[in-house]
């Protein structure tokens, strides 16, 4: 695939399938996006993070660079029906599931890691594009087998300490604060410091996962991607 300034090969993987090296890969990455954001609850979340990186049911695709030669023989090559064995290093990926919320099943991502310089050259909308096709397929042999019905949602969570990631999801995305998300349930109790997001793909869903967000206009301010602007309106 190619965007503006990046050629890209995809790359599928299972958590309990990993490399070393590609372990450590996303350790690393994760650390340098997310210590930030978590602040002095890092050191706690990063020992989840390295255990769910690993399980079974964690789903992954990775982004590969690849160079602008190596772009245009995959194109000579694909013309000609054969694969190209020219995937560079891995500049991101995409950690999701296939779970259940309150009883629906949904799509979770768990993690999407871009490095800084992959990031802004739309890989990262075109992932959760992605995303939101594969929780959409109810042809998928795994989904059928696990759901019976396809995903009904896309869930995820995002720390308010992270405001240009709010602001991708919600003002870019359209993703809304979900039902189940701590400043809904219990919103006079005391403030948690991440929501849950979500996009739903059918009607049951929608019921179950979202609420009339009269606020949803007020947290974005149309052309606005101001880091500040979310955290200013969230609160
Ligand atoms: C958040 C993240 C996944 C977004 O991916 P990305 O590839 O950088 O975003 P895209 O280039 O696809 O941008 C999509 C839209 O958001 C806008 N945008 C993204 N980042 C922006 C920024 N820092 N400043 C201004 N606009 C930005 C783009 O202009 C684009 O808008 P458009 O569709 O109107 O042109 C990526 O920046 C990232 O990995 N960040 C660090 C890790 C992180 O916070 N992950 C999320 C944890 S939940």
Known sequence: MSLPGLHAHLESGRGDRLPVRTKQYIQNLL????EAPFGPEWSDEEKIKRRDMVAPEARYIFVHEVSDEDADKALELRDVERPCNCKGSIVGFVHYRFTLEEEVPVLYVYELQL?????????????????????????????????QNGMGAVVLTVQRANPMAMNFYICKLRYTIAAISPSKVNPLGPEKNYEILCKSLDNEAQAVLEVFQLDKALLCIPGSLDTSTYAVNLA
């Not at 650390?31 to 997310?34: G, H, S, V």
């Not at 075109?126 to 989904?143: K, P, Y």
């Open 31 to 34: 650390k340098l996006n997310m």
């Open 115 to 147: 490095e800084h310089r992959a990031q802004g050259k739309g890989l990262g909308k075109f992932l959760m594009q992605l995303i939101e096709l594969i929780a959409s397929q109810r042809n998928s042999l795994l989904i059928l087998l696990l759901f």
